[in-house]
């Protein structure tokens, strides 16, 4: 069974700084990368920051551009989110998927896992 599992979420106020996890289980992501994405109430879902497992490429939204930090740990089969200099807007529900990832985006993948996301609230 293939689970995807956030967490590191929580309140902070603006300007502090996050790290969400994504840890992954029953997968292996020889082809494919993990994303991050989140969904503020009354907004559209955001795709935020992935990282590709096969060559390591990352990919930035410009609304996190050079705040957030993508990274992961082969050996625990975890991804982060470093987030940093946190603002109001980026309160949300963070999510991670199995996607398909280059430098250029995130692209759907041919699965359907999501973790089941951790709740990040940003006060100003």
């Known amino acids: 069974e293939v689970q995807l599992e956030e967490s590191g979420g929580g309140s902070v106020q603006a300007g502090g700084s996050l790290r969400l996890s994504c840890a992954a289980s029953?997968?292996?992501?020889?082809?494919?990368?993990i994303g991050w994405f989140r969904q503020a109430p009354e907004k559209e879902p955001e795709g935020v920051s992935c990282?590709?497992?096969?060559?390591?490429?990352?990919f930035y939204a410009d609304s996190v551009k050079g705040r957030f930090t993508v990274s992961s740990d082969n050996a625990k089969n975890t991804v982060y989110l470093q987030m940093n200099s946190l603002k109001p807007e980026d309160s949300a529900v963070y999510f991670c998927?199995?996607?398909?990832?280059?430098?250029?985006?995130?692209?759907?993948?041919?699965?359907?896992?999501w973790g089941q996301g951790t709740q990040v609230t940003v006060s100003s």
């Open positions: 998927a199995v996607v398909r990832c280059d430098d250029s985006g995130i692209e759907d993948s041919p699965f359907d896992y």
């Open positions: 029953g997968f292996t992501f020889d082809d494919y990368g």
């Open positions: 990282i590709s497992s096969s060559d390591g490429s990352t």
